[in-house]
Structures are given as structure tokens and as C-alpha cells.
């Protein structure tokens, strides 16, 4: 459904604004001291979201950024490395948390789609012990910047089995993991017994305002737990925002709407400007767009989108991403697609 204010918003699927009935469940949650452990609604939520994905515990924390990091900070010690993509969002936009909270630096591959095959893992410890430990692998999926590419199970278990055979940790962003189960049908849990950690945000497509949760065996979720207090990540009467992202989760294979949608835009993009997308590409809800081939001035374009109350992220170079969710629908891929038109 379209924003009440009839603004067209593809900047993120990190836009929604709650629904009127997480609004509800925020205002009449049931609360207690989080950090007592006394909150029954975040306990539900964090029971119900371990289950989802298979793991025997879970822990709230308010952002995907601090999911990732707390589960660098367990996994890691100063001066190791983490095999990962090299466009991973814990690399590329968590602003040097690694860096800095872990001390830990990134050893990188740059396969199609932030795949990471079980030769890249070889390549990676063949000089084991002249180069820093590498003690970490981390997975991202769906994968943001590729343009949402959802990570085949298959490669995931393969590599993860060649990680493990050399000693490493495995956590899994899942920040859209819900994205990668809607688009496959492969069940989470499938995904999850790939890592050792994974943590998934409520607050993108699924449409909850605030938080993500970080799931793993329970010894590992009580010592996140206790590291996420040192970041000042403990909550207090947190049930009112867990309210919301227990509809969130609920209603998670919702997302399938935004991928037909993304492949809606997808297709009248190609149509309208040939080369500029390829739709067999866009798996989920985000659309990649090579901009050069829109063959427009940036200023006209945004003069444009801002004259029609649609609002869109500037190029970065060649790149333009478009993000479909809950709150853009049909009519405003039209109005996008006639505004560029
Ligand atoms: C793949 C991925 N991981 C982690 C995050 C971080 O989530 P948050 O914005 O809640 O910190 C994002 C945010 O867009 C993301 O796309």
C-alpha cells in the first residue's frame, strides 16, 4: 500500500512506518525490565525467532549493525581477519565497527552475487600461519549491494563445510534472510545450520520500526548477551518495540509482494532504457540499476522525482538502487516509470 501522504518511496525497504496493528501491539504490550530478563514480549520474540530459525536461543538488539558487530566482537580476537565479500555491509557501511570494536581486519572475495566458494576459502588458508588467523567467515544473505542476490543454499553448505574443516567461525547476516526464503522456498532454519551465529533485522521489508536479533546456541547468546551490555545495547521495558517486530516476523512471507513488485519495475526499466537492468537478476526487492544506460542528467532526474513526490537515492557512479516494500505498490512503480519516461 502507498504512503498516505502520496509520497513514492524507493530509497529502502528500511522506509515502512509501523502498521496500524503493531501500532496497537506497541501501545498495549505486556513490559518488564529487559535486562532482569522480565519482559515477556521480548522473550516471546526472541523464543519465536530462534525457533524460525532453528537455533536454541536468541537475543534482541536494536539495529542489524549491532547484530553483526556483537557476533565479530564473540567470534574474534584483535589482530585476525574475516573472510567475507568485499562488498559485505559489515565491511563496507558498518563504518569500521570491526576495525574498532574487535580490531580484526577483512580478508576479501569478490565472487558474482557475494558468493564464496570452497576454493575461495582454500585460496584463503593456504598461507595459514605466515599471514593473520583468519577466524571468521561471514555470509550475507540476501546480499544488499549485488542488488538483493539471494546466496544458493548449496554453495552456503559447501563452503561452510570447507570453513569449518579449517577451524573457522561462521556468522550469517540475514539482515533480508526472510527475502532469501521468499524467493526460494528454502526454509531458514536450512540456511541457518550454515552458521554458527545469524542475525536478522524486523525493521526492513518485514516492516517493524526498530530492531534485529541475533540467534545461536545458548551458551553463545548468553555471552552476545553479556557483550551487548558493554555497548549499552541493554534495554529496558523493550516488549514495546518487540511488539511490533513479533507481527513482523509473523507475517514474514509477505515479502513475496515486494519481489514480484521489484520485478515489475524491473522489467518496464529494461523496456524503457535496454541494458540498464537485467530482471533475471533481481531475485528479491532490490533493483540494481546501471545508470549510464538511463542515459539522463542526474539534476533533471532528480528535479523530476522531486517535482512528483518520489523520492530515490542518487547514483553512486553507474550504480542506482531501487528498493521495493510493504509501503510502495504498483501505482507508484507507474508513476516512476512515467516520471522517467
Ligand atoms: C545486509 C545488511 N546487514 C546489516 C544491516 C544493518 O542494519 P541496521 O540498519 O539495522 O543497522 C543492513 C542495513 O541496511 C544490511 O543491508
Redesign the pocket.
Known amino acids: 500500500m502507498a504512503f498516505a501522504d502520496g509520497v513514492a518511496d524507493f530509497r529502502s525497504d528500511?522506509v515502512t512506518r509501523p502498521t496500524a496493528e503493531m501500532l496497537a501491539a506497541m501501545a498495549s504490550a505486556e513490559v518488564g525490565d529487559d535486562v532482569y530478563g522480565d519482559d515477556p514480549t521480548v522473550n516471546a520474540l526472541e523464543e519465536e525467532s530462534a525457533e524460525v530459525v532453528g537455533k536454541q536461543a536468541g537475543v534482541f538488539v536494536p539495529?542489524?549493525?549491532?547484530g553483526?558487530q556483537l557476533s565479530i566482537m564473540y567470534h574474534t580476537s584483535p589482530g585476525e581477519e574475516i573472510l567475507a565479500d568485499q562488498g559485505t555491509?559489515?565491511r563496507s557501511?558498518e563504518r569500521g565497527g570491526p576495525q574498532a570494536l574487535s580490531g580484526v581486519a577483512f580478508r576479501t572475495t569478490s565472487g558474482e552475487g557475494g558468493r564464496i566458494t570452497p576454493e575461495d576459502v582454500e585460496e584463503a588458508m593456504e598461507w595459514a600461519g605466515f599471514f593473520p588467523r583468519i577466524s571468521l567467515m561471514i555470509w550475507?544473505n540476501t546480499h544488499?549491494l549485488s542488488g538483493g542476490r539471494v546466496i544458493p543454499l548449496d554453495l552456503m553448505t559447501e563452503t561452510s563445510s570447507a570453513a569449518r574443516r579449517h577451524g573457522l567461525s561462521i556468522h550469517i547476516?540475514g539482515?533480508?534472510i526472510f527475502n532469501a526464503v521468499a524467493a526460494t522456498g528454502v526454509p531458514a532454519h536450512r540456511y541457518a545450520e550454515t552458521g554458527d551465529t545469524i542475525q536478522f533485522?524486523f525493521?526492513?521489508g518485514l516492516g517493524a520500526p526498530i530492531g534485529?536479533v541475533v540467534c545461536s546456541d545458548r551458551e553463545t547468546i548468553d555471552e552476545i548477551r553479556y557483550l551487548r551490555k558493554r555497548l549499552g545495547g541493554g534495554m529496558r521495558q523493550v516488549g514495546v518495540i518487540a511488539a511490533a517486530a513479533r507481527i513482523a516476523l509473523r507475517d514474514r512471507q509477505r515479502l513475496v509482494e515486494d519481489h514480484v513488485l521489484a520485478g515489475k519495475l524491473a522489467t518496464r526499466m529494461a523496456e524503457l532504457f535496454p541494458g540498464s537492468v537485467e530482471p533475471a537478476d533481481v531475485e528479491t526487492n532490490i533493483v540494481n540499476v546501471a545508470f549510464e544506460k538511463v542515459g539522463l542528467a542526474w539534476d533533471e532526474v532528480a528535479g523530476r522525482m522531486r517535482d512528483d513526490r518520489i523520492l530515490v537515492n542518487a547514483p553512486f557512479g553507474n550504480w542506482w538502487r531501487l528498493v521495493t516494500h510493504r509501503d510502495v505498490d504498483d501505482s507508484d512503480v507507474d508513476r516512476l516509470i512515467e516520471a522517467l519516461r
Open positions: 528500511t539495529t542489524g549493525t549491532m553483526n555491509h559489515s557501511v550475507e544488499n547476516d539482515a533480508r533485522c525493521s526492513k534485529s
